[in-house]
């Protein structure tokens, strides 16, 4: 197949610009979530406020002038006017304002440091420690935490000291429980028994290993929870129980107001309008820390991936045609991933096609953008912050990026279908797989359950699953990695697609059982007639299971042609450097030789051929222009100006 060059110089315009971060910063993080930057502003200025309160010129708020009681707002003298004892209220809430914040972040770092130490404690040790402090948090757990806050004010006496351990002790458990269920996820990650291998101890490994990976999650559970703390804080002073006269909180404020609620309802009004500010740009500052803090939203948007790609195409492909049987036809196809001031060229205008029964193979180095290609056929990329920017993908002669969100969900798991390289992580923990098969098939077909599940074990029994009754109502985690890979073969042939697109399937299996798989689908395909667009890195499958190679790098197609021209006829230097680096039976002299270097950053790609730098027979050409991709004849092309079999004949 021959394809048209993308026009236009391969090469990065800010190439030889300073180098930029490719992820925004914190803060334009936290700007593009309006309502989090509207409450750090807020909160900004009621901190500054409270920070320089002792240098305002405001009336002492504990003086009392009976004369000047209950004033109105913006009454001479008294801009919010004044309390039944004739205090100052302007003055009373800044000084309030203040008390209460510094309460309300004293009792969270507290909560947050004696809650975290026992997490992280029960979490990385387990066993018999992780029992005796978690049954003790379930105890403190077990009290609705206001009446515990009550009993324990109660027993200590009034006063906002004794209210502030109220509220921290009440909320330890809160942060034991959140801390203690990271760690124990951490704790035996492989590099913390890297980690206990190289000699460090308990303390330091705690100190070094979990408490970095955990801090983000304390920091994030003491933005959301100070503002609990204020109003917790205020409840027991609305009660008497905490700020004692004169001595001004909000919530004392707001306990003396209500008595008067009826004859000065500003008194009551206005500390409460202050405590709504108050705890309400604290959690919204507190959702904006956890996204920017979130290392899945650091791409750039603080939104959820959208059900489709964008799609923002500046072309619609070179207008290639195609084979009258293509299932799948790929025409100059470009996604891009947008990472702070950064464009990732991920796919830079790939193009071939999927005959019917065919398996084509695409093949290359880990990074070069194999499974985006994939994933870009059917909108499955995760926008933002990918971005399908050129080309088309027509599926049964229809383009699909020219189709509603509801007629590409249809050919989801319908006509088009994918095998996942890691089934584990892909079919639901928490459903049999005979329930998940059955969901599949009830997508794209009005049947009963009962005939669903009927059809679910004809196709577990059908991808060769020993005893497929039974096998239904286990869930993945009692299946073995081959097991479950077939689930995942079968779940693709649930609908009797036309198109399978199997993500390296056999890269995590032994040989044994890759064979099997590869027999299986090899199978599936000549008796139902299905087309495969089989990912992997791996030369061996390849000339198992495909008609056709396509070879990419850095996110292009550098060489495609039938296997046996491939693998025996490499035209590419980068294919050649591929297949020498697979060992081969029967050959134990032959040595296998690693390519030299890294490929290149997708974001700052060079110009003319990407793989000049790591290229033993580059010249000065290669570095020049975009590298047309050309016929060699008989359905072999390659995108280089100096071939090899050119070069040897």
Same mark, same amino acid.
């Given at each position: ?18 180098? &930029? /971060? ?7 993080? #936290? ?24 240098? +305002? ?16 707002? +913006? ?15 302007? /003055? ?7 008390? /209460? ?40 757990? %077990? ?43 951490? %704790? ?55 700020? @004692? ?64 790609? &964008?799609?923002?195409? =500046? ?46 193979? #695409? ?63 892909? #079919? ?7 329930? @998940? ?32 009754? /039974? ?6 985690? @009692?299946?073995?990695?081959?097991? &479950? ?7 693709? +042939?649930?609908?009797?697609?036309? +198109?399978?697109? %199997? ?12 064979? @099997? ?38 996110? &292009? ?34 040595? =296998? ?57």
């Amino acid at each position: 197949m021959t394809s048209t060059a993308v026009t236009g110089p391969n090469s990065n315009p800010h190439t030889n610009a300073k180098k &930029r /971060s490719a992820r925004p910063s914190a803060f334009k993080l #936290l700007a593009r979530n309006q309502l989090a930057l509207m409450g750090a502003v807020i909160l900004a200025l009621v901190v500054l406020i409270v920070i320089i309160t002792p240098i +305002l010129p405001l009336p002492d708020p504990d003086a009392t002038d009976p004369a000047q009681r209950l004033l109105r707002p +913006l009454a001479d003298g008294h801009f919010l006017g004044t309390d039944h004892l004739g205090r100052d209220l302007l /003055s009373r809430l800044i000084w309030g304002t203040r008390v /209460s914040l510094a309460v309300g972040i004293s009792a969270s770092l507290v909560a947050a440091l004696f809650g975290s130490v026992i997490g992280i404690v029960s979490g990385y040790f387990g066993g018999r420690t992780d029992n005796i402090m978690m049954r003790g948090i379930d105890m403190l757990m %077990a009290f609705p935490y206001i009446l515990l806050a009550l009993a324990i004010v109660a027993a200590l006496g009034p006063g906002l000291m004794n209210a502030l351990y109220a509220i921290a002790v009440v909320n330890i458990p809160f942060f034991a429980r959140n801390i203690r269920g990271v760690t124990v996820g951490i %704790a035996h990650r492989e590099f913390v028994d890297a980690a206990k291998l190289s000699g460090k101890g308990h303390i330091r490994i705690i100190l070094t290993e979990i408490l970095p990976n955990v801090m983000p999650v304390i920091v994030i559970t003491i933005s959301t929870t100070v503002g609990w703390m204020i109003l917790e804080t205020a409840g027991l002073s609305f009660l008497g129980l905490g700020a @004692q006269p004169p001595q001004a909180d909000l919530g004392s404020m707001l306990g003396e107001g209500r008595k008067l609620i009826t004859t000065a309802m500003h008194l009551s009004a206005i500390p409460g309008a202050m405590i709504f500010v108050l705890v309400m740009s604290i959690n919204l500052l507190g959702d904006g820390i956890r996204d920017v803090l979130d290392p899945r939203l650091k791409s750039g948007a603080l939104a959820r991936p959208a059900p489709l790609t &964008r799609i923002d195409r =500046t072309d619609e492909g070179a207008g290639t045609t195609y084979p009258d049987d293509t299932v799948l036809a790929v025409d100059e196809l470009r996604t891009e991933f947008v990472l702070g001031d950064d464009s990732y060229k991920a796919v830079g205008g790939v193009s071939f096609h999927v005959g019917k029964n065919e398996c084509v193979g #695409l093949v290359g180095e880990s990074g070069s953008g194999k499974s985006v290609t994939a994933l870009s056929l059917l909108g499955l990329v995760a926008s933002p912050p990918g971005t399908i920017v050129g080309g088309r993908v027509m599926f049964d002669g229809k383009d699909v990026y020219g189709m509603s969100e509801d007629d590409v969900r249809d050919i989801r798991g319908g006509k088009a279908a994918y095998v996942f390289q890691d089934p584990l992580s892909t #079919l639901h923990p928490l459903f049999s797989i005979g329930d @998940q098969l059955v969901e599949a098939i009830r997508a794209h077909n009005a049947v009963s359950y009962k005939d669903a599940w009927a059809k679910a074990v004809e196709l577990l029994g059908m991808v060769r699953i020993p005893n497929p009754q /039974s096998r239904a109502d286990n869930y993945p985690h @009692q299946l073995s990695g081959g097991m &479950r890979q077939r689930v995942g073969i079968a779940m693709a +042939l649930a609908n009797e697609p036309r +198109l399978i697109i %199997a993500d390296e399937p056999t890269t995590a299996l032994d040989v044994t059982v890759q064979a @099997q798989i590869l027999k299986l689908m090899n199978n599936l395909r000549n008796d139902h007639g299905t087309s495969v667009l089989f990912i992997t890195h791996d030369f061996g499958v390849v000339s198992e299971i495909c008609d056709r190679v396509a070879v990419m790098y850095a996110g &292009r197609i550098v060489e495609m042609g039938t296997t046996e021209q491939v693998l025996h006829h490499p035209a590419h230097p980068y294919t050649k450097r591929l297949i020498d680096c697979v060992p081969r039976l029967g050959e134990p002299d032959r040595r =296998t030789s690693a390519i030299p270097g890294l490929p290149p950053a997708v974001n700052n790609l060079p110009a003319g051929c990407a793989f000049a730098d790591r290229c033993d027979r580059v010249e000065e050409a290669c570095r020049v222009g975009s590298i047309a991709f050309d016929d060699l004849g008989n359905g072999h092309g390659v995108r280089c100006i100096k071939p090899m079999e050119g070069a040897d004949v």
